[in-house]
Structure formats: structure tokens, C-alpha cells
């Protein structure tokens, strides 16, 4: 094959671009491998989002660990009160939801449930419950059944009041993808025993 004078000068200009273009995509390359501009954005970008789960994930244990101290306060206040008294009625008891309600002060107190017991302990060591009252209007144990009481806190001839008290908690789901909709409600519970403080018993007149 015979190439002509023109045809070689075309091959050595095509070989000649090619071989500069070539350099230069090597040289780009080079320069962008050694291009630290940005760096900063890119880190900032990957980084920010697990930062910002971990500040709500903090957040949100800080406000769950307040509503849990707050429901043991608001509990054993209400054992405490009544069993500073040797008579209550319906009327005094319903006024414990107030109380719990300031308890929780700034955090809402949805879904309050009460219980409060009134438990005798014989000579056996028998824990019967003689009254019981609920903010729901119905007594949740009937008198004379069995009451579950703590073996350190079975003493003879005494008497106690058992309070239980449950809340609502309603998280902020900041990841609603990765977790499911039972976990964005969770009922936070506590049960409180104060002894008896004035008298042998504590009547309630219309429980």
C-alpha cells in the first residue's frame, strides 16, 4: 500500500491530536485527582444526616427518660397522699388525676389511667384487696381477691395502698421508614406500695 506525501502529513496531524488528547485526559485526570476544592461540602454531606439522627435519637431519650421519672413521681405521690389519710371517697381519689396532671407539667399527661388499692395483709401473711377505685369508673379488682405484693413488704397485720399509674408516650418518629407504627406509641408504667399512716385502715365510703 502506497501512501501519498498529503496522506502521511493527515496520519502524523491525526496521530499527533490523538497523542495530545490523550495527554491532556491525563493531565484533567491528574489535576482532578489532586483537586482537594470541595472536600469539606462532600465530608459535610455524608456526615451531616448521621449527626442529625443521632442530636433527635438524644432528644428523644431525654424527653422519654422525663415523662419515665415523671410517671414514678406522679405514682408515689398518689400512694403517699393516700395513705396519709384514714378516709377517702370517690371525689378525693378523682382529685389524684389532677395532681398527676401538674406532675407532668410541660409534657402532656394523655391516656391516664389510676388504680389505687387499698390491701390488707392478715396474720397468714394474706394480701386481699378490700377496695380499689380507677379513673375509669370501675373498680379494677374486686374485693377480697388475692393482691400481688412484694414477699419483703408481706407483714403481718398491715396495711398498704398500692398505686398503679400508666401514660402515653407518643415518640416523634423522625425515621418513620426504618421503624414501624407500633413503636410510635409506647405506655409508660409504674406501681407504687406506701404503708398505712395514720390508723390501722383506710375506709372509702362510696368505692
Known amino acids: 500500500?502506497?501512501?501519498?506525501?498529503?496522506?502521511?502529513?493527515?496520519?502524523?496531524?491525526?496521530?499527533?491530536?490523538?497523542?495530545?488528547?490523550?495527554?491532556?485526559?491525563?493531565?484533567?485526570l491528574k489535576r482532578?485527582?489532586?483537586?482537594?476544592?470541595?472536600?469539606?461540602g462532600v465530608e459535610f454531606a455524608i456526615i451531616a444526616p448521621m449527626l442529625?439522627?443521632?442530636?433527635?435519637?438524644?432528644?428523644?431519650?431525654?424527653?422519654?427518660l422525663s415523662v419515665a421519672?415523671?410517671?414514678?413521681?406522679?405514682?408515689?405521690?398518689?400512694?403517699?397522699?393516700?395513705?396519709?389519710?384514714?378516709?377517702?371517697?370517690?371525689?378525693?381519689?378523682a382529685g389524684m388525676a389532677d395532681v398527676s396532671g401538674a406532675i407532668y407539667v410541660p409534657y402532656p399527661s394523655k391516656d391516664l389511667l389510676i388504680n389505687v388499692s387499698a390491701i390488707h395483709?392478715?396474720?397468714s401473711n394474706e394480701a386481699k384487696v378490700l377496695w380499689s377505685w380507677s379513673t375509669t369508673g370501675v373498680a379494677p379488682y374486686a374485693a377480697g381477691a388475692d393482691a400481688p405484693v412484694p414477699a419483703d413488704m408481706r407483714v403481718a397485720n398491715t396495711y398498704l395502698v398500692r398505686s398503679e399509674l400508666s401514660v402515653s408516650h407518643e415518640l416523634m418518629m423522625y425515621l418513620p421508614g426504618l421503624s414501624g407504627a407500633e413503636a410510635k406509641n409506647l405506655t409508660i408504667a409504674r406501681e407504687y406500695y406506701f404503708r398505712q399512716r395514720l390508723d390501722t385502715e383506710i375506709e372509702c365510703r362510696d368505692c
Open 1 to 28: 500500500m502506497i501512501v501519498s506525501g498529503r496522506g502521511k502529513s493527515a496520519l502524523r496531524r491525526s496521530v499527533t491530536s490523538l497523542r495530545q488528547g490523550g495527554l491532556g485526559l491525563i493531565g484533567s
Open 32 to 40: 482532578l485527582t489532586g483537586d482537594r476544592q470541595g472536600v469539606g
Open 52 to 64: 442529625i439522627v443521632l442530636y433527635l435519637m438524644a432528644f428523644e431519650l431525654t424527653m422519654g
Open 69 to 93: 421519672k415523671k410517671t414514678s413521681m406522679a405514682s408515689s405521690t398518689i400512694a403517699d397522699l393516700v395513705s396519709r389519710e384514714d378516709r377517702v371517697d370517690k371525689a378525693f381519689l
Open 121 to 123: 395483709i392478715d396474720s
